[in-house]
Each structure stands twice: as C-alpha cells, then as structure tokens.
C-alpha cells in the first residue's frame, strides 16, 4: 500500500507508533522514526532492516521545532523525499479536575500534543510540495470529540489538533495533499497502562460506553493510519475518522 513512499513517524518508539514503523515497512515504505527514547528507536529500526525494510531512527522531540526541522531534513537527504507523516506523539493525564491540574502539566501536554503537532506541520508539509502530493495523519482522541476520563487539557489540546487537520487539510488540498485525524479510542499503549497503574477502576471506565467492551491493540490503529496514509484514501481529506470501538457512535 506504500511501495516507493518514504514516511515519518512520530512517538515511533513504543505502542501506536512501534506498530505502525513496522506496518508501513511491510506495505513498502522507508521509515523515518523519530522519538525521544534513541535506544528503542535504534532497536525498531534495526529490526525492521533485518526484515528486509528500509528505516531511519531520527531521536528528537516534537515539542522543539528544531527537533523536527532535523529529522525531516534527514529524511530528504537518506531518502530522497517525503510522502507520508504520521504524526503520532502525545502525552496527557487522567484523574485530576481542572482546577487541581497545575499549570505545569497544562503546559507539557499543550506543548506535547498541539506544538508537537504544529511543528510537524509546518516543516513536513513544505517537504511534500515538490512531488505535488502527500498524505498526513495526525492522531487525535475521542477526547478530541467529547470529553473523557482524560484530564481538561489533553480534552482540549486534542480538539486543537483536530481543528489544525481541518485548517491543513484546507490550506494544502490544491498542493495534492491529503491531511486526516484519526479518534482514537482506548488502546493499550504506554501511556494507558500508566494511567491504569495509577488509576485501577480506570480499567472499566475507558471501555464502559463503547459498543465494543475492549481496548484496541497498537496495531488495529496502525491499519487504519496506512489506509488513510495510502492511495487507497484518495478523496479522503480533513476527516477525524474514528477507531474508538464505537465510543463516539453512541
């Protein structure tokens, strides 16, 4: 589904983006995989090689534009070019009312979701115009459409980064490229098993009101990230297409 495209991904070392790193490799892609932890990034990377596929482990973070201007300018220099952006990192809480929440979490998950997000944009996205198309998906939330268990600020950052996909994907859709959200529901990553370390009784809350009464598996997101990704959602443009397990729906 990817064959001969190049993609970067975001919050690669572990989870939704670990999951997809080696999705998109199978479905043809060269990987460029950026998160903080070097050492987890170095070892996907060197796995998906093993394999057959072709990666890049970039460290950096998304909340420093600079971070990001790097890991893109590596990819134009390993690979060529820029196809594909998955714009995975997040960071946010659960259990803490407003206004018990400090300014500092406020801050962290503000800068981590919504700036982490902008930077990506606005360094991927010129990447993109000289091949004249481009596909970008940026994970959002169900906290991003309704408020959840979630803490106030992640419910707002990810309702940001849901209004910046639209505003993207309005902007560039005459440069060819494609700009979608994806909702997600609750998934077993590293930052849910965190919560529920803290939070047990949070277990039966994340899955109560959907219509499936499970979490998802990292991978079950990834699919839906290469669909919209590929050539195969080609008149897909500035939707927040959701894989919550129905949690929106009702």
Not at 22 to 51: S, T
Not at 212 to 238: C, D, I, N
């Amino acid at each position: 589904m990817l064959s001969g495209k190049v993609a970067m991904i975001t919050g690669a070392s572990s989870g939704i983006g670990a999951a997809a790193a080696r999705l998109f490799a199978e479905e043809g892609a060269a990987v460029v995989l950026m998160a903080r932890r070097e050492d987890r990034l170095k070892e996907i990377a060197d796995q998906i090689v093993a394999n057959g596929g072709r990666a890049l482990a970039a460290p950096g973070d998304v909340v420093f534009a600079e971070d990001v201007r790097r890991v893109v300018e590596a990819a134009l220099e390993r690979f060529g070019r820029l196809d594909v952006a998955f714009n995975n990192a997040g960071w946010g809480t659960v259990g803490t009312d407003l206004h018990e929440t400090d300014d500092a979490v406020f801050e962290q998950v503000m800068d981590v979701n919504v700036r982490g997000t902008w930077n990506c944009l606005r360094h991927q996205l010129p990447a993109m115009f000289p091949s004249g198309e481009g596909a970008v998906v940026n994970t959002a939330s169900t906290a991003g459409v309704v408020a959840t268990v979630a803490g106030a600020p992640y419910v707002a950052a990810k309702h940001a980064v849901i209004g910046m996909t639209k505003a993207a994907a309005a902007q560039y859709g005459d440069r060819g490229i494609r700009v979608n959200s994806l909702v997600v529901g609750s998934t077993r990553t590293e930052l849910i098993d965190g919560a529920l370390e803290t939070h047990p009784h949070l277990q039966e809350v994340f899955v109560s009101r959907q219509i499936q009464k499970r979490m998802a598996a990292p991978e079950e997101v990834a699919h839906a990230a290469l669909w919209l990704s590929s050539p195969r959602a080609s008149f897909v443009t500035g939707a927040a297409m959701a894989v919550d397990g129905g949690r929106t729906a009702v």
